[in-house]
């Protein structure tokens, strides 16, 4: 084989249109992730850029946005439930599930200002 997948470079979330000052409140202060500059050619399209852990999360504006309710990306964590508390704290509704508890997997649900699920998760 001639070629190698490496890995995830990017997950991208879709938004309405307007969508960025909620989503820096969210992703940049909620969630503490670095804003990312977006490239010049991709600016006038709206969204915006976070850095997450080794990876990153770019918030894309579509027009016909509908909320991704099933399908989401998974965000390994640790401190879980101080990541939890804190999300109380700043008012962002958390939603449980141990669907995974006996495989040591602690996890919750969040939806981001758009509706988008979000999962957290933390391997013991």
Same mark, same amino acid.
């Not at 070629?3 to 307007?18: E, F, K, R, T």
């Not at 960025?20 to 991709?42: D, I, N, Q, V, Y």
């Not at 508390?85 to 939603?95: K, M, N, Q, S, V």
């Given at each position: 084989?001639?070629?190698?997948? !490496?890995? &995830?470079?990017?997950?991208?979330?879709? %938004? $309405? /249109?307007?969508?960025?000052?909620?989503a820096?409140?969210?992703? +940049?202060?909620?969630?503490?992730?670095?804003?990312?500059?977006?490239?010049?050619?991709?600016?006038?399209?709206?969204?915006?850029?976070?850095?997450?852990?080794?990876h990153? !999360?770019? &918030?894309g504006?579509?027009?016909?946005? %509908? $909320? /991704?309710?099933?399908?989401?990306?998974?965000?390994?964590?640790? +401190?879980?439930?101080?990541?939890?508390?804190?999300?109380?704290?700043?008012?962002?509704?958390?939603?449980?599930?141990?669907a995974?508890?006996?495989?040591?997997?602690?996890?919750?649900?969040?939806?981001?200002?758009?509706?988008?699920r979000?999962?957290?998760?933390?391997?013991?």
């Amino acid at each position: 084989m001639t070629y190698s997948v !490496v890995g &995830i470079d990017h997950v991208q979330l879709a %938004a $309405p /249109a307007g969508c960025e000052a909620e989503a820096r409140r969210f992703f +940049g202060e909620a969630l503490g992730w670095e804003e990312l500059p977006k490239p010049e050619p991709l600016r006038s399209r709206g969204g915006v850029w976070f850095r997450c852990g080794r990876h990153e !999360v770019h &918030i894309g504006v579509q027009s016909d946005f %509908a $909320p /991704a309710t099933k399908a989401h990306p998974a965000f390994a964590v640790q +401190g879980l439930a101080e990541l939890r508390a804190h999300l109380a704290d700043c008012g962002i509704p958390t939603f449980d599930d141990d669907a995974r508890k006996e495989e040591g997997v602690a996890r919750f649900f969040a939806n981001d200002p758009f509706g988008n699920r979000l999962e957290f998760l933390e391997r013991k």
